[in-house]
Structure formats: C-alpha cells, structure tokens
C-alpha cells in the first residue's frame, strides 16, 4: 500500500482514508506549511495561487480540532460567493462521510438564494461547521437563530474578493461576536492596503505563509497568443473552440455585457454555451452550475468570478477574449486548466493595444507560443516583437559602419557614398550570418 505522507500530522482515521481514495499523497507546499499552524491554534495569513490546495490546508486541520460530542458551532468559514461556499462545503462532506457513526461531524451550509425562514427553523440544532457567505451567516446570527458565539475558529477565504464585494462589514460584525482568543485564518491571493485594519483589529502577530511560486502558471500549461488583426474578436473565438475541439474550455471576458455579447453570438453559431457571471440571479446560477457539473456544456463564457475559488473539473482550454485589468487575473484565469498534473492550453486573442500588458506578462516568467489561424486550424507564426529586433540589429550595423569611416574634418566628394557602401556591406555579412545561424 502507498505511504500516505499526511501521516505524520497525526490525521484521525478517517481523514487519511478520505485522502487516499482522493488520491492525494503528498501535501502542497501551501498545505505542508499551514496546517500545523492551524492544529497548534494559532492565526495566520495564507497567500498562494489558485490551484495550490488551499482549502484542505485549512479544512483538514479544523476537521481533526472538531468535538463531535459538543453539538455548537466550533468552526465558521466565510466565502465571498454562493459557488466558493457551496464548493468548500462538499470538500468537506466528502472528508467527513468516512467518519464513524459514534462520531459525526455536523456541517451546515448558508448562502443567500435559498429559503432563510426554513433555515431558521433547521437551526434547532446548531451544527458545528458552518460554511456560507458573510452576508447570510450575519443574517442568521441577527436573528438569533446561529449561535456562533462558541466557535473559536474564523475562516476568511478569498479575503481580497471579499472586501471588493463589500461583504468586509459582514465578516466584522460575524467576528465580533466570536471569543477573543478567536483563531483567525486568512487566505487571500493579495493583501490590499484597505484590508490592513481588519487584520489588525483581530490577528495579533499572525503566522504569514506566502507560496511564491517558481513558476507563474503550471509548467504543463500552454499559453498561446493569436494576433486579432482587425479581424472579428467573437469569430476569431468561435474558430478557435472549432479548431481546438475541447474536453471543456472556458472563454474569459471583463464585463458582465461582453459576456452576455461572446454568449450570444456563439449560441447563434450553434454552440450550446454556458455562462458564469453575476448578472445571473441565485436560481439561474445554482442551475448552470449544476449543468456544467454535469458536463452539459463544452464551452463556459465567464467573467472572472469563475477565475476565483470556483472549481470547474475537466477544463482543458482557456481562452482570453481579452487580457485582464488585473494582470494577476491572469494567472486565476488560466489556473483553470491544467490540474491535478493535466495539461492545459491558454490562448489569449490580443490587440495591438496589449503589448505592454504582454511585455509584463512575459517578465512574470510566462512564455507564450505564437499562433494564427487559417483554415485548416492553428499554425505557428513569428514572435509579435520579431521585426522590432530587426530594425534594432540594422540600427547596430550603422553604428559600425559610423566608426569604420570616419566623418574627415572637410568632407570629400563621395563621403556620404562611402558611408552607405560600408553600411549595406556591414548588413549583408549580417545577413550571411544570420542565415548560418538558422
């Protein structure tokens, strides 16, 4: 039988049985450094990329503190979306249906969208893990119907997003009814100036892990660049989809409009399209959801609420209908793909417009392949900046060929010929060399 390294964090039973039949081994870096932070009891601040396994690394530590003899609430966890919540809560189900019958943990999930007066009444018994969104978990502990008072551990997932949604006050009035010596753990992908004084109000002398990757993106990631050329953006994605016949692949837009726009036109191509957004209401977002679980789509138009937290299995393709504000959003978009050792292909279609959020892109260490498409489907091009080197090397040659005739003090007739006799001569034994090179 394979050694199962999380072994040595002294894991109950059921929780090394549920990684096993997972599959999961060997702890993430992100993993292997939070999670005896979190047994000793101790705050801390996570900082790691998307697809690191954040999740268990808070998950399984708080799975192995919960009493199941003491039925109150001993462990909330805050998420800033419906989708996030509900993810974090069936990783936790499925952790725990392994555990003995004499010692059940009770997780319960809260989110906005669903019935809150039958809630209320569900909470006769208060469960031990509660999951949710801050705004419903506040609602909840308002109407004196979760007591949440008794916990002593607060999770706060996605923390930037969080406080970009408005949902920052929430989370505050929920930990401020929580005990002092209250275990707070935060994860976030950055740490903005206006979240400071809320860590600050309730972390003293957090434990910081920050996971700076080697790597900006996963190593058997593809990323790609098509030139727009004043061609049709939405045409150009739905040759794309055609030409790259994906498992499933998730087209990326900035606004909540654009993605409505790249849904329709690819509908009325006769694409079956899901989309992710947060135009969608509560009902229209549980269901697509529930269809792209279910494989019912091979193609997702999303903005990047679907970039962040949300675990969409099986993507195969990312495609970038344009780049990100936010160049880190980026690197969530194409974090998609390209999973649990799968490859991955990211294709970002760009406008000339882009090349300085290229050249940054580029200087984050990724290494993007060049492409167009022509009929029979993709083909590889030259690199975008290739003539920009041209006219550069051609620059030096005149240089030389400056210091090789020097300007007299009284110019003779033919000078200037010289000067441009030396030059061309200077640029075809460039040429010569070059074509040697290749």
Sequence with gaps: MKVNKFDRFKFQPFIIDSLNKFGFYSPTEIQERMIPIVLKGESAIG??????GKTFAYVLPILEKIDPK??????VITAPTRELASQIYHQILKVTENCS???????????????????????????????????????LMVEQALFIHTSKILVVDEADMILDMGFIEDVDQVAAKMPENLQMLVFSATIPEKLKPFLKKYMENPKTVHIDPKNKAAENLEHALLPSRHRSKKQLVHDALLAYNPYLAIVFTNTKKMAEEVAYYLNEKGLKVGRVHGNLNPRERKKMMKQIQDLEFQYIVATDLASRGIDIEGVSHVINYELPTDLDFYIHRVGRTARAGNTGIALTIYESSDEDALNKLEKMGIQFKHVDLK????????ERNKRKTRVRKEDEAAKTAKTLVKKPQKVKPGYKKKMQWEMDKIKKRQRKLNQKKK
């Design 47 to 52: 900082q790691s990329q998307t697809g690191t």
């Design 70 to 75: 003491r039925q109150e609430v001993q462990a």
């Design 101 to 139: 019958p004499d010692s059940q943990i009770m997780t319960r999930c809260y989110i906005g969208g669903t019935d809150k007066q039958r809630t209320i009444e569900k909470l006769k018994v208060q469960p031990q893990i509660v999951v949710g969104t801050p705004g419903r978990i506040k609602d």
């Design 375 to 382: 009929k029979d489907g993709f083909v590889e091009i030259d």
